[in-house]
């Protein structure tokens, strides 16, 4: 094991065992390496990765539907693919998502139970993977789609450094990292009702907050708050008393993300070799979950942002009204006024 000039960590035949900050932000700004293990398209076989894994995409029918972009482009799910090459496109359907896919069954509560049976560490890993090959494919969208107007990429407004740690955790198959019990985030798995939309996908940037609904189920996660999220905001989802709508499980991820952003003492996480060539990812937890105050019209703002794509998309009256509401904080979709949940 050596450490090369981009203080990397390296294994025997020069492979990249673990990329440091500054080595994974040059990755992150060349397309055409392999995201996982960094090598270049050259002399290497690529057969590139769904961004959303292809389980999903067959169990939902959705390899000729057209996905909308951050950007509000629209492309066909088939086409979502991000540069892989073939071995650790293999690795990761054999170490993730084969395991995976068979945890998500079609009836909720068994779902839960392979959940549970199982580690909290491979879901973990799995939805880092998710996030950072959505957050690493937005490399390629402009944020104005136009291709008329001067535009930069979406990716370029993102915090890499910020996303070391995710990515750290999404190839843990390939480094053979462990992951210690104290680093997964915050995760809620809720019932969704049966909805003509069996699956949504969205990611909360800035907040490294993820949420994936897969038929009955609704997964959002924090991903590095080390759970410290989780004790903010439990008392408030508490009152959930039944199956849950997509657009309210968007409004979970958002004040998800929010107490996310919330946190002032923030977890730190690093990647660490043992005498015996283990390599272990890390974390380093405050002494206290403090956090700073709830501004309503912020908290209004993201839920707003969460939410809008649906509500333009849905049947409602006057959804540009609605999303002014919802911006100044004063409707929201998980409760009533009396503070019971809204299951219409
Ligand atoms: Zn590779």
Redesign the pocket.
């Known amino acids: 094991m050596a450490i090369n000039p981009e203080g990397s960590l390296t294994g025997p035949t020069g492979e990249i065992r673990h990329f440091s900050r500054r080595a994974f932000v040059a990755l992150a700004s060349d397309t055409s390496?392999?995201?996982?293990?960094?090598?270049s398209a050259a002399g290497?076989q690529?057969n590139d990765e769904h961004v959303i894994p292809d389980w999903l995409l067959r169990r939902f029918c959705l390899h000729s539907r057209r996905i909308t972009l951050p950007n509000g482009h629209q492309l066909m799910y088939g086409r979502y693919t991000l540069r892989?090459?073939?071995?650790?496109?293999s690795?990761l359907g054999r170490n993730i998502e084969t395991p995976i896919s068979q945890l998500f069954v079609e009836d909720f509560h068994a779902t839960v139970e392979n959940l549970r049976a199982n580690s909290p560490t491979l879901l973990y890993q799995w939805l880092c993977l998710l996030f950072i090959k959505l957050h690493l494919k937005d490399r390629e969208m402009r944020v104005d789609p136009d291709t008329r107007n001067e535009s930069v990429q979406i990716s370029e407004i993102y915090d890499w450094e910020g996303l070391h740690h995710i990515h750290s955790v999404a190839r843990a198959a390939?480094s053979g990292a462990k992951i210690d019990d104290s680093v997964p985030g915050t995760t809620f798995v809720f019932e969704m009702k049966p909805e003509l939309e069996e699956f949504d996908l969205g990611s909360q940037s800035d907040y490294s907050t993820i949420l994936v609904r897969i038929g009955s189920v609704g997964i959002v996660s924090v991903l590095n708050d080390c759970g410290f999220v989780g004790p903010m905001v439990g008392e408030y989802l508490s009152h959930i008393s039944g199956p849950m709508s997509a657009i309210q499980l968007r409004e979970v991820a958002a004040r998800l993300a929010y107490g996310n952003k919330l946190l002032t003492n923030r977890p730190a996480f690093w990647s660490e070799l043992e005498r015996e060539g283990i390599l272990t990812i890390q974390s380093r937890l405050p002494a206290s979950g403090e956090r700073g105050e709830v501004d309503k019209a912020e908290l209004g703002h993201l839920i707003a942002f969460t939410c809008g794509p649906l509500l333009m998309r849905s049947s409602t009256t006057e959804p540009e009204e609605k999303i002014l509401q919802l911006q100044r904080g004063e409707i929201q979709f998980l409760y009533r006024d009396d503070g019971s949940f809204i299951q219409d």
């Open positions: 390496r392999c995201f996982i293990c960094g090598i290497c690529f892989c090459c073939k071995s650790c496109n690795l390939h």
